[in-house]
């Protein structure tokens, strides 16, 4: 049986690197969404929904789950990803990021998990690594088998380089603010890079929020949340 592979498309790969960017000081994270060709198939992302940036509290994030699973229903995707970005740069799975994938997989035996190599964002590189398992073991998968066309690699960057980044809007800003909205319809590009299925749900209803002073570029800025892991070990709570 071939090894399974994982394909972004332009809108999941660009909200992963704008949530990055926006809260460059902090850990960021947020789950993906999409299809998988039959078992041992390849997985296509077609979205991403940035989670928290701030303390991950577990009643939150299950009312976020939530909300984000009645979404798979109605667009016919599902649940199968996990993105994070360490404060610190390194690509290495915590605890949270393991209690999210484990909580994942009980759901989905295809769900992976994608952590954010910030060094290679600037040098137009493929900048996600991957890991897959089950709960409890998790090891990395070989670059080779997760594809990140130059194409999308281009519309996301031209995200970062115009700033439009500051306008992505995780959970964290959601229930700050109910007006604003976690689906984040603007950050569907027209560049799609995968499937014809892509962007199905650039329709969503609340407007977008934007936040001023936020510095320039990956890994420079001080947006809030601090420079710390930003989570708590309740997360573990997730998968009682």
């Known amino acids: ?51 928290f ?22 667009e016919g995707v599902t649940l199968c990803g996990y993105y994070q970005a360490n404060a610190d740069a390194t690509t ?3 605890v949270v990021s393991k209690a999210i994938a484990d909580r994942l997989t009980a759901n989905c035996n295809f769900a992976a998990v994608f952590m954010l190599d ?8 493929p900048a996600l690594k991957c890991y897959a398992g089950s709960r409890g073991d998790w090891s990395s998968v070989s670059a080779s088998r997760v ?5 999308v690699i281009d519309s996301a960057g031209e995200y970062i380089s ?29 560049t799609t890079a995968t499937t014809a299925d892509e962007g199905e749900s650039a329709r969503r209803r609340r407007p977008r929020g934007s936040r001023e ?3 320039e570029g990956m890994g420079e800025g001080g947006q809030e949340g601090g420079g710390n892991d930003g989570h708590s070990d309740s997360t573990r709570a997730l998968v009682d």
């Not at 992963?16 to 998988?36: E, M, N």
């Not at 701030?54 to 109605?74: D, G, R, W």
């Open 1 to 51: 049986m071939p090894e399974r592979s994982y394909r972004f498309s332009s809108a999941a790969y660009s909200k992963i690197l704008s949530h990055a960017s926006k809260y460059s000081c902090s850990t960021v994270g947020g789950v993906l969404v999409g299809r998988s060709e039959g078992k041992g198939g390849e997985v296509t992302y077609t979205d991403a929904f940035p989670l």
């Open 213 to 215: 002073g936020v510095t």
């Open 118 to 125: 910030a060094e290679k964002v600037p040098e137009g590189q």
């Open 147 to 151: 594809h990140i066309g130059e194409d």
């Open 162 to 190: 115009s700033e439009r980044y500051v306008d992505i809007v995780d959970f964290d800003n959601h229930f700050e603010c109910p007006e604003l909205d976690w689906t984040n319809p603007e950050f569907t590009p027209t």
């Open 92 to 94: 290495t799975m915590n």
């Open 53 to 74: 940036h701030t303390s991950i509290l577990p009643p939150l994030l299950k009312v976020a789950f939530s909300l984000i699973e009645q979404y798979c229903k109605q």
